[in-house]
């Protein structure tokens, strides 16, 4: 099945920064992948998702790439904020299964 | 409009005991998903419904967990003789339809604490 890793675990940036997180999967026959935002006490939110037939995808300040050949995809965010602190999950999956999300990534924004 | 809503938000029971977790999705959502998550890890996926019929248990840990979605809109997650291995997050997400690319909406969670 499906595996899902993620890179860092933890990742502290300045206020204005930009922060990149990034994923691997294992499965060649996936084909979307979300990245969802959890806030503290809340259920995960979809901020931004890409399908394999795009490279990339931007949304604002946040932007997703995707490599198939590599089976990686990265998520940025650029002029962080302090409401961007929050807990991100990648995922990875296609039409047959469900999703397999990633382990999470804790971002902190430093005023 | 209301989004998914997971009662209770906490519950705490003891080694052995019955647990009931129930989830009310947005309505008009077909498909509806329980995830399980552990403290420092992301969510995993247990089981699905389409409808009224479970399309996917195959992430449900053993047959001690359970879910039932009778009338195809709420649902209710099912634990007998709980562990303390069982202590986690139990989400709740809920789609206009199936598929990996149908936005999946999540409640609060239900944080199960077994002594």
């Known amino acids: 099945g499906e595996n899902v890793e993620q890179h860092p675990s933890t990742l502290s940036v300045q206020e204005g920064d930009s922060a990149v997180i990034k994923c691997t999967y294992s499965d060649s026959a996936s084909n979307y992948f979300p990245w969802y935002k959890q806030e503290l006490g809340k259920g995960p939110q979809l901020i931004i998702d890409i399908r394999s037939n795009v490279g990339e995808k931007k949304d604002q300040r946040i932007a997703v790439t995707l490599n198939k050949t590599a089976k990686h995809f990265s998520l940025h965010i650029t002029e962080t904020q302090p409401e961007d602190s929050a807990v991100y999950f990648c995922?990875?999956?296609?039409?047959?299964?469900?999703?397999?999300f990633g382990p999470g990534t804790r971002l902190s924004v430093l005023p | 409009g209301a989004g998914v809503s997971q009662t209770p938000s906490n519950k705490v029971t003891e080694k052995g005991k019955y647990v009931e977790l129930r989830c009310d999705p947005i309505s008009g959502h077909t498909a509806l998903y329980w995830y399980r998550q552990s403290l420092g890890q992301g969510p995993e996926f247990l089981i699905y419904?389409?409808?009224?019929?479970?399309?996917?248990d195959s992430g449900l840990p053993n047959d001690r967990f359970f879910a039932v979605r009778p009338e195809g809109s709420v649902s209710t997650l099912k634990i007998q003789r709980t562990e303390r291995g069982d202590s986690a997050v139990y989400l709740c997400?809920?789609?206009?339809?199936?598929?990996?690319?149908?936005?999946?909406?999540f409640g609060p969670g239900t944080r199960l604490t077994v002594l």
């Open positions: 419904f389409q409808g009224t019929g479970a399309a996917d």
């Open positions: 997400a809920s789609s206009l339809l199936w598929g990996p690319d149908n936005e999946q909406f």
């Open positions: 995922a990875a999956g296609n039409y047959g299964q469900n999703f397999v």
